[in-house]
Structure formats: C-alpha cells, structure tokens
C-alpha cells in the first residue's frame, strides 16, 4: 500500500487527480482549503461544489442532500420530467420536494401504516435510491452542460452515513470519466488510504496528507442552542417531512442545549424513520446506544424502551447481524416481557424464531418452531379482539411455513398459507392487512416455484400482484417463472414492468439480458447486460451472458474480455472457460487455446465436448497422439448422439493416418 505523499498548500495546486483524498485535521482551515481549492477550479471554468458529509451535522444523505438541493431548481425549469421520474428517490433525499412531486405507483409496503408493515425490504434495495440518483444526473449533465467539469469537495467524508458514502463511491466508479468530474476527499489524519480503498476505480487517485493550522469551529451557547431548537420544534410540529428535513439541526440542537431527553426523541424517530425506509446502517447509527438513553431519561416509558429494542432488532436482522441481535433480544427485550400486552410478546417471540430459523447460519429450525408455538400459545389464551388474535395467529403460522419451506415440506408450507388466507378473509375486513394477505399468495407461489409446478407459481404469484400491483420484484420473478416456460414475450414484458416500478437494480437487467438473448436478440441482450453491470461489475451471470452475446455476434475481443472478467470472480466456471478457449482458437492463440481447454477439464472431467475441443486444438498443435486420446475420452464419455457419428468419424481418420 501506498504511503501518503506529504506536500505543502502551494504544491498540491499542481496534482490533479479525478480522485484527490487530503488527510488533515478537520474544522475551518481545512475547510478554507478546500474552498480555495475550488475557487480555483471555478477559475479554470469548472463547476464546484463544496459539501460536508457529517451524518451528524447534515443528515443521513449528508453532502448528496446539498448537491441536489443546487441542481433540482434548474433541473426543474429546463428537465422536469427528470424530476418525476426519479421522484422517488429525490423524496427521500430532499423530503420537501413530497409537497410538489406525485410519487407515483407506490407498493403496499410503502403504503402499509405502522401496524400493518409486515414486510421489511431488504438491506441492499436501499442502494437503488443513490443508482437512480446517479442516473438522475447523467441525464441531466449530458443535456445542460456535457463539457464542462465538475469538481466536488465532500468534506467530513469519514464521517458520512452509509447511504451518503456509497453514493460517492458508486458516482465516482460509474461517471467519473462520462461526467468529466473530479472528486476532493477530505478525512482525519491517518484515514486516507483506508478511504481511498473504499473507491474501486482505475483512474488517477492520490492519498495526500496536509499539515493546516488549528482552526476551530465557532462553539454555539447552550442557550441559543436551546433557543433555536425550541423555534424549529414550534414550527415543525409533528409534521413527518418536516422533521425528517431539520432532523440533524433537531439533534445537534438538543445535544449543545444539554437535553438528552429531546436528543432521545429525535433520535428515535430517526431510528424507526430510517427502518422503515430499509436504511437499516444508518438507522442503526441513530439506534446505536439509544436504549441507556432510553432507560435513563425516559424510565418509565415502557413503550419506547419496547420500540427501540424491536427496530433496533430489524435493522439487525436486515443486516444479517443474528448473533448480536439474539443477544439484545434475549438480554434487554425479554426483561420487559411482563410489562407489555401479550401481542407485543409474541411478536418478539416471532422475531426471535426468524433470527434462529432463518437468519442464523446455521439455521436452528427446532429453536425457531418452539418460540413460535410459544407465542401461539399466548396468542390463543389473550383478551384481544377477534381481528387482531387471527391477523397475529396467522403471521404466526406463516413463520412456520417459512420453516417447512426450509425443510423441504412443501405442501405443509402450502397449507399454512391457504389456511391462513382464508382465516384473514373470514375474520377480518377486507381493507385490513392488504399486505399480509399478498406476501401469504406470493409465499404460496415461492413454493410452488421451488417444486416445479410452474403454471399454478403463476397463478399465486399473478393473485399478489392484483391486490399489489406496484411491487417491482413480483414482476421481476413472474418474468423468470416465464423464461423458464419459454413463453418469452410474456417475460420481457414483466421485466420491463418491473423496471419501470423502481429505482434501478442489477438483478432486473440481467434476467431481462437472458431473455433477450434466448430470443436471440443479441444487441439488446448485450444492452441490458451492460446496464445491469454498470450497476454491478461484478455480476458473473451478466458477464457471462454478454460474453456469449458478443460471441454470437462474431464480437471476440468482447466476449473474451467478458470471459476473463467472469473468470477474475470465479476461477472454477469450466463453461466461462470452454468459451474463451474456443474464442482464442478461432483468433489463432492456440497456446491460450490449450490452457483454458486443459483448466476447463480439470474441473468438468466427465464433459465429453471439452475432450472433442481439445483434439481440435493437439491437432492443430502437431499433438497428434495426445488429441487421440482425447478422441477417445470423448467416445467413452457416452457424448450425445449428434456428437457420436463425428467423433467416431474423426478418430478413424486420425487413426488411418496414424498408420
């Protein structure tokens, strides 16, 4: 690794790096710095941006927050059909903007209020957001100002959230060259080089480290930290987006103000806020020592030491953390079972058996199955009503179909289902739990997928999507029920479907990338491999795929390159291989030729095709000996019939000119 390069502030006016990472002592002067640096750049005709990533002074998106605060004006007068398609994700970052843009076809699990949410999303389905962001601004760059670059000072960026880090990266390795942009990083002395491996990234990059006068930033007073707190609470009120938009000032406020009792408040809606939105890193960050706060200045509120425990136990689970949220379950939660109501403790009791039976590697099925029975147990003995006892007795059985999914006992995970389905549509208002009863269909078809029975996994899985039509991934696995079927045209549709209904992902490009190319459009194939690994290099499915696009379409540099690429991820892909050896025979480098040949039988030894290739390549080489062999290798492997005659023909004629 590198050592840092230690220059003075003239010198460093003469490196130009896209990606500049400055170690120095945080506060005014480095600060200062950066802003010189940049006034510079403006000189030069640049675009500049200055922006603080301290998650705790700005916020979860903090430094991407102000970015887009600058653009989304002139986005507006001149683009504004960027802005609604990518409301979605603008909202989150900029909440303001939920006053002027229609969020358009939201899903059940974002409509589902608090005591409804039965779903969680998934950890790495909030990285969506920040890709559909980048796209924002690729959009909007190649149409307002494609040639003039830009320069970002993310100062504080050791201090950025999870989501406002990422977001950088993923620009910087996604853009950097299209959008003729150059990134200044600053962090605390000694973080640089760690930093600086965070950015996958070929281009120029420098670790710098700067030795800046002690500058401080000017302290606030306690009482006119308390003074401004006390006006922002007045006027946000209890109004959601705008106490997600003044959250940090909130928290910061409170903090300078010495009351910990209004810190605990902001910062647990940060905690249920943000886990709602499947932020979970960073909702943990607002979570992270939250229950002390909790049971020293709020003893006797029960109820919020309750919810800290139970969103603190999903961000965990989200981030497959089972060890250490078993240990909080079981050491903090259950202290407080005798004093919340009998349906909070079976939900913790069902959280637990999910950290046993699903998340825990490996997975306790028993465990898992016993808390459940035991909150069965306490569910059917309960005074609460009708509705609330099945709605909670049917989650509760579902966790078991989960288990005998698992174990392979399909139709008893079916029946669970069915039988939970129609208990909810018996005791329950049709308009209660919407969610619930689509996840209880499209479990019901995940089974059905897994045993083969396709056409009723349709079905099911067509049955969720009518109560909820809007859920991306719903269309995206309909599309792989469809591919299998080869009823192609059908697949592509739902992909594009579900392309349309969310922030971009990898998974969704790569299937659609598949389908494609079974239909033999190979363009549109490569197309949408491409995007699916703009978003994600290191698919191996989408290099591979492309790769034998590009093969079909006579493009052999670009297959190879696709090859060798899936080959840097997994050294054991025989077939990834094959295809690279084939490739290098037809460009004449019979030595690649052979080696791949040679690697590919080392791990596909009973492949017939790999020994009838080699022959080709031995003979080819003067080997003549050695490709009869394999000749012979290939006959005794049983190869399939169109493959007999030929290789029975070609070992003769070897022979015959052997003797």
Not at 253 to 262: E, F, I, K, Q, V
Not at 314 to 341: C, D, F, M, Y
Not at 367 to 393: N, S, T, W
Not at 477 to 506: M, Q, T
Request: overall charge negative; aromatic content about 8%; proline content about 4%.
């Amino acid at each position: 690794m590198a050592a840092p390069v230690y220059v003075t502030h003239d010198s460093l006016t003469e490196l130009s790096p896209q990606l500049l990472i400055v170690e120095a002592r945080g506060g005014l002067a480095r600060s200062e710095w950066f802003k010189q640096r940049l006034q510079e750049a403006a000189e030069r005709g640049e675009r500049t941006f200055y922006l603080s990533c301290d998650f705790d002074r700005v916020g979860l998106w903090a430094g991407v927050k102000q970015l887009f605060a600058a653009l989304v004006p002139e986005i507006k007068a001149q683009r504004p059909d960027l802005l609604d398609r990518h409301a979605v994700e603008l909202v989150q970052v900029l909440p303001q903007l939920r006053r002027s843009l229609e969020v358009r076809s939201p899903s059940l699990t974002d409509l589902a209020t608090d005591e409804e949410k039965v779903r969680n999303y998934a950890a790495d389905r909030a990285f969506r957001a920040l890709q559909g962001l980048i796209d924002l601004l690729d959009s909007w760059r190649s149409y307002a100002s494609p040639d003039v670059a830009w320069t970002i000072a993310c100062d504080d960026y050791d201090s950025a959230g999870t989501m406002s880090s990422r977001f950088f990266q993923e620009l910087f390795r996604r853009r950097a060259e299209r959008l003729k942009l150059r990134l200044l990083i600053g962090v605390a002395p000694g973080r640089g080089e760690q930093t600086r491996s965070l950015f996958r990234t070929l281009l120029p990059a420098r670790t710098t480290s700067l030795l800046l006068p002690e500058k401080a930033m000017p302290e606030m007073q306690a009482g006119d930290a308390a003074r401004l707190a006390a006006e922002i609470e007045s006027r946000v009120g209890n109004d959601r987006i705008e106490i997600q938009d003044n959250l940090a000032d909130l928290i910061t406020l409170s903090t300078l103000a010495g009351r910990p009792d209004r810190v605990l408040r902001w910062r647990y809606f940060g905690l249920t806020f943000y886990c709602n939105l499947g932020y979970y890193a960073d909702a943990f960050r607002y979570g992270d020592g939250l229950l002390a706060m909790a049971y020293e200045h709020a003893p006797k509120d029960v109820r919020l030491q309750w919810w800290v425990i139970i969103k603190t136990l999903h961000a965990l689970t989200a981030l497959g953390n089972a060890s250490a949220a078993i240990r909080i379950a079981e050491e903090e939660a259950l202290k407080l079972v005798p004093q919340v109501t009998p349906l909070w403790n079976a939900q913790l009791l069902y959280l637990i058996a999910m950290l046993y039976a699903r998340i825990q590697q490996p997975r306790d099925f028993k465990k898992g199955e016993e808390l459940l029975d035991q909150g069965l147990v306490i569910l059917q003995q309960a005074d609460i009503p009708e509705g609330e006892r099945y709605f909670a007795m049917v989650f509760n059985r579902n966790g078991v179909a989960m288990i005998r999914s698992f174990q392979a006992r399909h139709e008893e995970a079916m029946e669970l289902c069915r039988s939970g389905i129609a208990d909810l549509n018996a005791h329950l208002d049709p308009g209660k739990h919407r969610l619930h009863r689509s996840i209880l269909q499209y479990n019901i078809a995940q089974v059905c997928t897994a045993t083969g029975a396709y056409e009723d996994a349709i079905r099911n899985l067509s049955a969720a999507m009518a109560m909820d039509p809007n859920y991306s991934e719903y269309y995206n696995e309909r599309g792989n029920i469809f591919v299998r079927l080869g009823r192609l045209d059908e697949a592509r549709a739902d992909y594009l479907k579900a392309v349309e209904l969310s922030p971009p992902y990898f998974e969704v490009f790569t299937n659609l990338g598949q389908c494609y190319r079974r239909m033999g459009a190979m363009s549109e194939a490569i197309e949408s491999y491409s995007r699916a690994l703009d978003l994600e290099p290191d698919h191996v499915l989408a290099l591979l795929g492309r790769g034998k696009a590009h093969e079909e379409l006579n493009q052999t540099d670009q297959a190879i390159a696709d090859y060798t690429a899936a080959l840097a991820q997994d050294a054991a892909l025989w077939d990834a291989l094959a295809s690279r050896g084939g490739l290098y025979y037809q460009a004449g480098n019979l030595a690649a030729s052979l080696a791949d040949f040679d690697r590919a039988i080392v791990l596909a030894s009973k492949n017939a095709d790999l020994y009838q290739n080699r022959a080709t390549v031995l003979f080819d080489l003067g080997r003549n000996a050695d490709a009869i062999a394999d000749l012979k290798t290939a006959l005794a492997l049983s190869p399939p019939e169109e493959d007999l005659a030929a290789i029975q023909a070609r070992l003769q004629a070897a022979l015959g000119a052997v003797a």
